[in-house]
């Protein structure tokens, strides 16, 4: 079944088996394992990417529902050398230790405070209308759908306080 | 070159105190944060390779029978397949960590539901999966087994009992005790990569990519598993996505990836999905633990009795050592301990990070803090009264012990001296307590080779089998390095995780770090003495920094001294006499204050500190992570964490990361980490201790106890899920 799919600014045409995911469709034909597969299951947010600006979790779609999308992945956030100050501040606050579910964090991450900027509530924001502030509190909050299990989530937290004070 | 040490006596010297380079303890960034972070990390599941097709597991349906496989010609003819494979090598389970030896193995018969007893290859991920799930599997002829802990046959692990004085007569004298039962439930590592490997062959060599935690042993099990000889097989694994004790042993993918791989000449991707990790892989076992404490009337105590039941498969001999830090942590003359196995077919039980501390020091300190209470002292003034001076039974002294000072710093930091009396403190519809627990863990040296070398332009190059699974490998490894050999951090290459390079002790049992890092040190020394040689200066007298050798008032560039040259040492580290000599042991202290909501019974952590002695820090970024994702599993142990076994068959109910609750960013507050300075001669070289470990070992009580402080409520069986708080409200 063929799809075209706007990946990381590039259109890429695919010709995939239809109950291809749209996760495997990045990491088994399209060379991008940076998206990581945790559960499959929609239960890990290991798989986060963005779809039209807004993050998803990449194994619970199949690649065929895309057709016209555009989907960024953590490859196209940054790359060694050339990091988005997410990433920059992930590696100085060791918001990982072993990374398998470092992508998935970043990509969440990016797309959060883009939520959080168009005044997107959460479920410990006060007021429905007017926004959050950018506490600790509504990180967690938002980052909870992205298990880790190394547990680096205080130091994600103060990555991701890091990089929005830097206008991440 | 090889260099060998065997660590038979206290290293006093503390060499890496004088090092001009400054990098050891450092909160050094990792040096491959930028793959990770970017997603250009390769793990197991990840390498593309020519012609390279998938399998899929299937599992036994129940819990005891001969595997029928029913459709199995109807399934090999689905579009893609290629092959269905029920193999008389593939694992019946893991095999243990260091078991250097291929476990139970057999498709023929089911031993536990969940078991893996075929594997489906087909051209694509799909068109496997679809196939795998199509396959008919019935048992025949099974019989009714054990799958209940409280009533299987149990055997007493005679080894383990302890029967020192008369703790009986302890417990009837004493001005207080305490006799209590608590239980734990089975656990979960749930790293967030599912194991996966794929399997290549060229000719009768194998390459498998794996992700392990300790590959020279995983390297022989795989070759026993498969009756080939060691030299044909290579094991790949740089990055490992988590293991927490689950990647020690050689699990079932990777059998069943090289034993397609073979049959089909094309290298096989296997993957185990989530289901699968929960349901094939290890559990940390369930236990039943009875603590009594006997006491005078200043809480000093005289007995201490630890009592437990574990249970495993058929088969295996790993029962999870509960009482491993109950020898060690409190005094008492009269002691009494004991260990029973229950025979049952659940799935198979092993490490899980801490295995035995993680539960027993836990249990221990829910104990101590009931005794607190029953003396009616402060729980931090209760333990400082019963550290002992020299080893219990042993009476050995002990290496660096900073015990003590980690209770009273933490106390200090966290704020202790506010604790709020039981049931007092009360926030809104919130109930506020304050809870502490000691933590230990035993510290061990572990064989482990690495070769160093300096090459001609001034950097150097680390080469060894060593795992990096989140721990800080690649950094630590660099650092030392680096100050040994007065090199930059970025002029020192790592390279791990291979089997083609020196075997290291692994990942495991927290002595990564410290066996790998003395390894790395030996080698390092050895270089420096030639480097000395060729300056014709005794190796002391030089002073190595930013690729410049400082000696006699003279300096050279390290690029003059090498002329061209590389200088290539192996460093090979074996335990000495310095690990029976003295006991050898981590210590720290937990703090927590939770808040109880008074209507529901849900329990949040609103702050935690831990303060830890681990000997030297290698790196204090890297180091504090680990004790962190250690507190986190205990946040996690003490709250939500339980692995559910269905009582008529013994399988796994809450299989998937949904159902299996480990804690999530928000039920962690931003946990803080004191590490106190402490150097332990009698350790290693590097005078580091293990530190991957400690975090998690004791750290639910802390949360348990302050349950207790918040609400009046003991929750003797784990996790205290809301319905156990709620009935005592
Ligand atoms: S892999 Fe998609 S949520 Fe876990
Ligand atoms: S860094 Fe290992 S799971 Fe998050």
């Known amino acids: ?168 | 070159m090889t260099e060998q040490f065997k660590m038979d006596a206290p290293a006093t010297e503390r060499r890496l105190d004088d090092m001009a380079q400054g990098l050891v303890g450092a909160p050094l960034d990792r040096p491959e944060g930028a793959l990770k972070v970017t997603g250009t990390a390769t793990y197991a599941n990840e390498w593309q390779i020519e012609g390279m097709v998938h399998g899929v597991m299937v599992r036994a349906p129940g819990n005891s029978g001969r595997v029928v496989l029913s459709n199995r010609e109807a399934v090999a003819k689905m579009p893609g397949v290629l092959s269905v494979i029920q193999d008389d090598r593939l694992l019946r389970n893991p095999a243990q960590g260091t078991a250097n030896k291929a476990p139970v193995q057999g498709a023929q018969h089911a031993t536990y539901l969940g078991q893996l007893i075929a594997i489906v290859v087909a051209e694509s991920f799909e068109q496997a999966r679809h196939a795998a799930q199509a396959l008919k599997v019935t048992l025949e002829n099974g019989e009714m087994v054990p799958v209940d802990p409280a009533t299987a046959a149990v055997e007493p692990q005679e080894d383990q009992t302890l029967d020192q004085g008369n703790l009986d007569g302890a417990m009837s004298e004493a001005k207080h005790s305490v006799d209590v039962v608590y239980t734990t439930p089975s656990h979960s590592s749930s790293p967030m990569e599912p194991h996966a490997s794929i399997a290549s062959w060229e000719g009768e060599d194998l390459t498998l990519r794996a992700s392990y935690q300790m590959l020279k042993y995983n390297r022989n099990e795989l070759a026993d598993s498969l009756r080939i000889h060691p030299d044909r097989v290579r094991i790949i694994s740089p990055y490992v996505g988590g293991g927490f004790g689950s990647k020690l042993g050689l699990a079932p993918e990777a059998v069943a990836a090289a034993i397609a791989a073979k049959e089909l000449g094309r290298p096989v991707s296997v993957a185990l999905h989530r289901q699968q990790v929960y349901e094939a892989t290890m559990r940390r076992s369930e236990t039943r633990q009875r603590l009594r404490l006997a006491a005078d009337s200043d809480g000093r105590l005289s007995g201490f009795g630890h009592d437990a039941r574990v249970s495993n498969l058929p088969g295996e001999t790993f029962a999870e050592p509960v009482l491993q830090a109950s020898h060690f942590l409190y005094a008492g003359a009269n002691r009494k301990m004991s260990l029973e196995l229950a025979r049952l077919h659940r799935l198979c039980a092993g490490s899980v990070r801490a295995p035995g501390e993680a539960v027993g020091v836990t249990v221990v300190e829910n104990a101590m803090d009931e005794l607190a209470h029953e003396v009616g002292i402060d729980p931090v003034e209760l333990r400082l009264r019963n550290i002992p001076e020299k080893d219990p039974e042993s009476v050995k002294d002990y290496s660096s012990r900073r015990f003590r000072e980690a209770l009273q710093s933490g106390a200090e930091i966290f704020g202790w001296a506010k604790r709020p009396g039981v049931k007092e403190r009360r926030d809104g519809e919130w109930l506020i307590g304050y809870g502490m627990a000691s933590a230990a863990r035993i510290n061990a040296l572990m064989e482990s080779q690495a070769r160093v070398t300096l090459l001609p332009d001034g950097t150097a190059r680390v080469e060894t089998d060593m795992t990096d699974i989140g721990t800080g490998t690649y950094a630590i490894l660099g650092q030392i390095a680096g100050d040994m050999l007065g090199l930059p951090r970025d002029k020192v290459d790592v390279i791990l995780g291979d089997t083609n390079l020196p075997p290291a002790a692994g990942s495991g049992g927290s002595w990564g770090a410290s066996s790998s890092g003395t390894s790395v040190y030996i080698a390092c020394e050895a270089i420096r003495r030639q480097l000395a040689d060729r300056l014709d200066v005794n190796e002391h007298d030089l002073m190595l920094k930013d690729a410049r050798a400082t000696y006699a008032n003279q300096t050279k560039a390290l690029t003059d001294v090498l002329q061209g040259d590389e200088i290539a040492k192996l460093g090979h580290v074996l335990p000495g006499e310095t690990s029976d000599a003295v006991r050898q042991a981590t210590f720290g202290a937990y703090f927590a204050e939770v808040a109880v909501h008074a209507a529901s019974g849900e329990t949040r952590v609103r702050r935690m500190h831990g303060s830890f002695a681990a000997g030297r820090i290698l790196n204090a970024k890297t180091a504090r992570s680990q004790c962190l994702g250690g507190m986190t599993f205990g946040i996690g142990m003490a709250l939500t964490e339980e692995l559910t076994f269905d009582p008529r068959d013994g399988h796994v109910v809450n299989h998937n990361l949904a159902e299996y609750h480990i804690p999530v960013n928000a039920d962690v507050p931003q946990l803080t980490v004191e590490l106190l300075e402490e150097r332990d001669d009698w350790a290693s070289p590097l005078q580091a201790k293990g530190i991957g470990e400690l975090g998690i070992c004791g750290a639910a009580a802390a949360i348990t106890n302050a349950i207790y402080n918040a609400t009046g409520v003991r929750v003797r069986n784990y996790p205290a899920t809301l319905d156990k708080v709620i009935v005592g409200l």
């Open chain 1, 1 to 168: 079944m063929q799809t075209n799919v706007i990946i990381n600014g590039t259109q890429r045409r695919l010709e995939l088996d239809p109950r291809t995911t749209l996760l495997d469709a990045l990491r088994h034909h399209l060379g991008l394992s940076g998206s990581k597969k945790g559960c499959d299951h929609g239960q890990c947010g290991a798989c986060t990417v963005m779809v039209n600006g807004r993050r998803i979790n990449a194994c619970l779609t199949l690649a065929c529902m895309h057709d016209g999308d555009e989907v960024t992945t953590i490859e196209g956030i940054g790359q060694p050398g050339n990091l988005s100050a997410l990433q920059e501040a992930f590696v100085s606050e060791d918001g990982f230790q072993c990374g398998y579910c470092t992508p998935g964090q970043i990509c969440s991450a990016t797309a959060m405070l883009e939520e959080i900027r168009n005044e997107w509530p959460s479920h410990v924001t006060d007021d429905l209308v007017g926004g959050a502030e950018l506490t600790n509190e509504e990180i967690s909050e938002r980052m909870s759908g992205n298990l880790c299990r190394c547990s680096a989530y205080p130091n994600i937290v103060e990555a991701i306080r890091k990089a929005a004070g830097k206008g991440a």
